[in-house]
């Protein structure tokens, strides 16, 4: 009986190493199934074996005459039972770990990265295994069929392991999103860091973290030093590393309302992924950043334009005159517009802005249009823009400069070049007006 319990426990051990070899992307998922396993194909039969044979159960006197005959004399009988227990826990014991290598074989055939080169391992070991299998079954009989099968099948699946091709289950962020939504970001943060430990190299939860310390827990330097961190693990693609600094720089600007911080993550990118689109598009990025900390204040007012074809503005009978303003701000202001062009020529916002300056903060008229012509001779422009563009112009002319027929001159390039937008109509009616004070004017010089 000794004997035989050591023999399971043994088994058991055997196959709960195995079992952990090929399960062990699963971790404790895995672990809990061996044991609900083991129990099935060790416990419950050898307790359903105890039970029939003592004649507990009703109607059945039991199998075992010795059992019955020394229950039936009031004699001790359970050492008799256990006594009989010894063989059959060999021969289940024996058997259930036949069943297990057979089923830890099918899933290294499931997993193996070469399948073929596993079925040439298995049938080289076969050659050798075979043959003593069979001895042991011949000398054994059926109840040696579980220990010549174990024989056979234990070292195939020895072999097999290092074919295995691992399938890691991905970790997953729900219960960490489902803590976020409810506000509770320390239990958030803790949940991240637990699945973090079953998969070390995953970029989303380490920027799930990252977003954690920057939005939540107001701690962007920990968010940066964490997704830099991130951007150095050789795992790391290189969509992989533009997102996270794109997103970084993002955090900068956002949070901490900080070009530099931001400047510093794309150009990190470049550094990184040199010649690549991605450096490219940071660069585009960095180009159209504000340099200081005023400058993204100032880009971050509220502003709203009126499109002067669709405004009263161009049907005032007075001029306006440029707004009232301190000369040294909006040159100032103008500077800064103007570094952020030679930067880069083709930023379409600084190029209006500072026109917007010269028009009506610094009455040069004259340079404000020519920035609008250079706006409007750049390819691929948005029609709003170019629309709203030629009816600012035409608002200009009018009211700084009092130039009625460089106004028409703009008006009607409008009406001809997007004759379907809402401001061509606006523009043709104000066509019409002048022509008919220009008749009028006309008629009363005749008179």
Not at 17 to 35: C, D, K, M, S, T
Not at 62 to 86: D, H, K, N, Q, T
Not at 92 to 113: D, G, K, P, Y
Not at 164 to 193: C, H, M, N
């Amino acid at each position: 009986m000794i004997a035989a319990i050591l023999i399971l426990g043994a088994f058991a051990l055997l196959c709960r190493f195995y079992w952990n070899q090929v399960f062990e992307a699963e971790g404790a998922p895995a672990r809990r199934r061996f044991l609900i396993w083991a129990i099935k194909g060790l416990l419950v039969p050898a307790v359903l074996w105890g039970v029939i044979n003592c004649g507990l159960l009703p109607g059945l006197p039991g199998f075992l005459p010795a059992v019955v005959e020394s229950r039936s004399r009031g004699g001790p009988w359970v050492g008799i039972l256990l006594r009989s227990l010894g063989p059959v826990l060999l021969l289940v014991s024996s058997f259930w770990a036949a069943v297990t290598f057979a089923w830890l074989l099918r899933e290294l055939t499931v997993q193996a990265s070469d399948r073929r080169e596993l079925a040439v391992q298995c049938a080289f070991f076969s050659l050798f295994l075979a043959p003593l299998a069979g001895l042991i079954l011949y000398e054994g009989g059926l109840s040696g069929l579980g220990m010549a099968l174990l024989l056979w099948l234990m070292p195939l699946v020895h072999f097999a392991l290092p074919l295995e091709k691992t399938r890691k289950i991905p970790p997953s962020y729900s219960r960490a999103v489902a803590r976020i939504k409810f506000g509770k970001y320390q239990d958030a943060e803790r949940e991240v860091l637990q699945e973090l430990e079953k998969s070390e190299d995953n970029v989303e939860g380490w920027m799930m973290l990252a977003d954690l310390y920057a939005s939540h827990f107001n701690d962007l330097p920990e968010a940066d030093r964490t997704v830099r961190e991130l951007c150095r693990q050789p795992n790391v693609v290189a969509i992989q590393i533009s997102l996270a600094l794109h997103r970084l720089a993002d955090w900068h600007l956002n949070l901490a309302g900080d070009p530099a911080g931001a400047r510093s993550a794309l150009e990190e990118i470049c550094l990184r992924l040199p010649g690549t689109h991605f450096a490219r598009m940071a660069r585009q990025r960095i180009d159209q950043l504000p340099v200081t900390r005023e400058e993204l204040r100032e880009k971050r007012k509220t502003k709203t334009f009126k499109l002067p074809a669709l405004s009263d503005d161009l049907d005032n009978a007075l001029p306006a005159p440029p707004k009232e303003s301190d000369p040294r701000e909006a040159k100032a202001q103008a500077d800064r517009w103007v570094e952020r062009l030679r930067r880069n020529p083709n930023d379409t916002e600084a190029r209006e802005q500072f026109a917007t300056i010269l028009a009506e903060r610094l009455g040069e008229v004259d340079l404000a249009v020519e920035q609008l012509d250079l706006l409007l001779a750049m390819p691929d422009q948005p029609v709003e823009k170019s629309v709203e563009w030629l009816a600012r112009s035409a608002a200009w002319q009018m009211k700084y400069r009092q130039d009625t027929a460089a106004a028409r001159v703009r008006l009607e390039q409008l009406v001809r070049e997007f004759p379907q937008t809402p401001q061509a109509f606006a523009a043709q009616r104000r066509l019409n007006l002048m022509e008919m004070e220009e008749r009028f004017r006309k008629a009363r010089s005749i008179g």
